[in-house]
DNA sequence: CTGGAGATACTCT
DNA sequence: GAGTATCTCCAGG
């Protein structure tokens, strides 16, 4: 029998915890969206962790920046950035203010407002895509940088909530190295997703790009 | 169907 | 110059 999903709006305390419990955490809780159009909800299928200044893979690594400044912060703010010229990917920071970790949110199920989604996600050949990358996920959401601090915690009138949802049993969450990132970061297998979930991104090792002929 | 090359053009070192 | 990525095009099974 399947569980109605938790509505239930969580917690500060949820994000104020050690980076990796959170992340795996995270997997099947609601991400809400509102916009113009109507509400967007997707269910988390697949994160990766950044744990601050001890993580050569996060972008707090070097300290704070006018980009990543949200990082920084108080748990449960979103943190976007804008990415190889043209993308924008989200992350939810964890830990107490003043430290710099956060869970990346790589893919989800569009479980409400589809319609919405593929205005904005063209190239999705069919619904499971529409979320199914970082930068996806952040496209088929309409976020981008206008959304970075912005409290996913706080209640009322917000752009962006995250519900409890339906978290998922321990012997359901894999995990392993995380993508695409370069240098000693690329070690920790700090990717946490659901078990043969089809909405979950395919691995790919980081592989330094090409300089341009 | 799978996988690689090239393009994209902002942010930080 | 490299990056928490994705798209289209094209070669090869």
């Known amino acids: 029998m399947i569980a109605t999903p938790d509505r239930t709006p969580l917690p500060r305390t949820f994000f104020d915890r050690p980076v990796l419990d959170v992340a795996q955490d995270l997997l099947g809780r609601l991400l809400v969206r509102t916009t113009p159009d109507g509400p967007i909800t997707l269910r988390l299928t697949e994160v990766e962790a950044y744990d601050g200044p001890n993580d050569p893979g ?3 690594y070097r300290g704070p920046t006018a980009r990543n400044g949200v990082m920084f912060g108080p748990p449960g703010h979103v943190y976007v950035y804008f990415t190889y ?3 924008h990917c989200m992350n939810l920071v964890c830990g107490p203010d003043g430290t710099a970790s956060a869970v990346l949110l790589r893919a989800g199920e569009i ?3 589809a319609e919405s989604a593929r205005k904005r996600r063209l190239s999705a050949r069919n619904d499971k895509e529409l979320a199914k990358g970082p930068a996806r996920l952040a496209t088929a959401l309409d976020v981008d940088r206008a959304l970075d601090g912005t409290d ?3 209640t009322g009138d917000t752009p962006l909530r995250i519900l409890a949802g339906t978290p998922v049993p321990a012997d359901q969450v894999r995990n392993g190295p995380r993508t695409g990132v370069s240098g000693d970061g690329g070690v920790h297998p700090w ?4 078990a043969d979930d089809p909405t979950v991104s395919p691995y790919r090792a980081h592989v330094p790009r090409r300089r341009r002929s």
């Open 85 to 87: 010229g043209m993308w």
């Open 58 to 60: 996060s972008h707090a």
């Open 191 to 194: 990717r946490y997703w659901v």
């Open 111 to 113: 479980v409400e407002g």
């Open 152 to 154: 996913a915690c706080a």
